[in-house]
């Protein structure tokens, strides 16, 4: 009886979006469900064999060297409802976020999927974003001092060297990275683009790491943007860049496969930094795949915090013996840095 009533629903959806732009976002909605919760059952992303060249064999080696820097997100939706505390308020969390998820079905938006920053994480990006506009300030001021030297965040806010800026393809990420460089991205005359790169994708199988960009070319859809950024408006086309995005994850993705795409597509680039803005797992795994075996650093075992911003020097060299080998180097913390 209940699968026939939603077969009978889906069947008027289906009808009614002929003629109904709401009703055509609802059955994408209805599309996008289903493909995320087949993720969350068939996906095993997070499982490959394990490389047993240890990265510290590239040492002397290395042909190419770029500084990467990590930008992780601010708190989700989904983070507000299922990774605080299992206490009496969870019942009042899970409930209010389904609410807020019917009230968006027909909207090219969602709760759960894609998850947004929760109001926590926009404070939290926002308080990035201001310290990122104090330091910009005063690093310009000092620039012009004599014997000046500055760092990779001089290079990151934009005020000397080249440097890239690339995010995941899912909206708490683009946001928390606009959020982040907004003292450059603000400046007209810079013309710099956020990338959005679908190699960036969280590697879990929960629904927030569905991406509503989810075909070829694909915007990241970030309706609140403007106002998280007190501005009037933000123009897609001049603040990002989406033909890296390939689109939605596939069921049979490797976490490893991914990551080797980005840092190919990082030694690829004319720059002297690469920022890239993305996710807790995903980050984690970069720094155990490629750190070398002996590495005491934390970020092996540990998630960067909510907008947390970390780099690393990545290098990248052919050994006759084992081909291509990439390896992690110079990790510092910059803002946040990893749980403790």
Sequence with gaps: MILRALLTAYGALLCASLVDKRAKRGVRKV???VRA???LVASDEK???????????????????????????????????????????????????????????????????????SA????QAQALRAHFATESASRAAKSQTKGYVGDVVDVMLGLRGKSVIASSNLR?????????????????????KIIIHSALQEMARNVDTYALACKKGDFVPTQTLAKELGVSSVDEAKLFDASSNAGQ??????????????????????ADVVIAGGHSIWFREFFKTYLPFDSTCPGKKKKIVNCGVVSFDLSFGVLPEHGEVYAIENVKEIYGGFAK
């Excluded at 926590?120 to 404070?123: D, F, L, M």
């Excluded at 603000?186 to 013309?191: E, F, L, T, W």
């Design 249 to 270: 994850k596939k069921l049979n993705r490797k976490g490893r496969d991914s990551m080797r795409e980005f840092a190919a597509w990082v030694m690829n680039q004319d």
């Design 172 to 192: 708490r990420a683009v946001n928390t990275t606009a959020h982040a460089l907004w003292c450059r991205l603000s400046n007209a005359k810079a013309n710099d």
């Design 31 to 33: 599309h996008d469900a």
């Design 47 to 117: 499982r490959w064999k394990r490389s047993k060249v240890d990265p510290k064999t590239l040492a002397t080696r290395a042909t190419k060297t770029r500084t990467v820097v990590f930008i992780r997100h601010g708190e989700s939706t989904w983070n507000e409802v299922f990774n605080r505390k299992f206490d009496h308020t969870f019942p009042v969390r899970l409930i209010g976020g389904v609410i807020a998820e019917l009230g968006k079905f027909f909207a090219r938006d969602s709760f759960f999927l894609d998850s947004p920053l």
């Design 37 to 39: 919760n087949a993720h």
């Design 120 to 123: 926590t994480g926009v404070a």
